[in-house]
T-cell receptor, first 110, second 113 residues
């Protein structure tokens, strides 16, 4: 089954609003990555978090790694049409395997 | 230009007809991996390779084979394709297998009739 759970599966957002997508693992992760896939495209790396409690920002995107290194979140402020796509989290387990969440597909209402 | 190249990009085949999806990277990456993407399931790892001649099963390896004879190439082999292998396949590479950015190919959409 899915090693890394991601919610929500779909997020419909009014342009200008904020939203958050969450990622949870049943096991401790050595690191967590986030990718964005535009419709019809391939996943593109956004960021990697390694340390417990780590927070990183990229312009309007804020990424967090939980204290127990089992969960993560991506928060986007002031959503724009360019944010449309599917956001995946991916966690490295201790056996070196990389497990992806099912993704959050974001649509934006102008 | 740094890239991961997959071929073919689109393929329709029939049950049981062996096929190979090629993957090549020009970034001298040690780590390469194959994923399949299905609606609602995200990306699931099929096989990965930490280096030349080193391969290991991911979460969904059944029905697939791989080889890593050269650093730049990591072909995915379907010996006897079945309809449940209809999917979008991505190859990815990275400097290491324990973290760091993965670079994905454009994807190969496979349909098995």
């Amino acid at each position: 089954g899915q090693q890394v759970m991601q919610i929500p599966q779909y997020q419909h957002v009014q342009e200008g609003e904020d939203f958050t997508t969450y990622c949870n693992s049943s096991t401790t992760l050595s690191n967590i990555q986030w990718y964005k896939q535009r419709p019809g495209g391939h996943p593109v790396f956004l960021i990697q978090l390694v340390k417990s409690g780590e927070v990183k920002k990229q312009k309007r995107l804020t990424f967090q790694f939980g204290e127990a290194k089992k969960n993560s979140s991506l928060h986007i402020t002031a959503t724009q049409t360019t944010d449309v796509g599917t956001y995946f989290c991916a966690g490295h387990r201790n056996d070196y395997k990389l497990s992806f969440g099912a993704g959050t597909t974001v649509t934006v209402r102008a | 230009e740094a890239q991961v190249t997959q071929n073919p990009r689109y393929l329709i085949t029939v049950t049981g007809k062996k096929l190979t999806v090629t993957c090549s990277q020009n970034m001298n990456h040690e780590y390469m991996s194959w994923y399949r993407q299905d609606p609602g399931l995200g990306l699931r790892q099929i096989y990965y390779s930490m280096n030349v001649e080193v391969t290991d099963k991911g979460d969904v390896p059944e029905g697939y084979k791989v080889s890593r004879k050269e650093k730049r190439n990591f072909p995915l082999i379907l010996e006897s394709p079945s309809p449940n292998q209809t999917s979008l396949y991505f190859c990815a590479s990275g400097y290491t297998g324990v973290g760091g950015e993965l670079f994905f190919g454009e994807g190969s959409r496979l349909t098995v009739l």
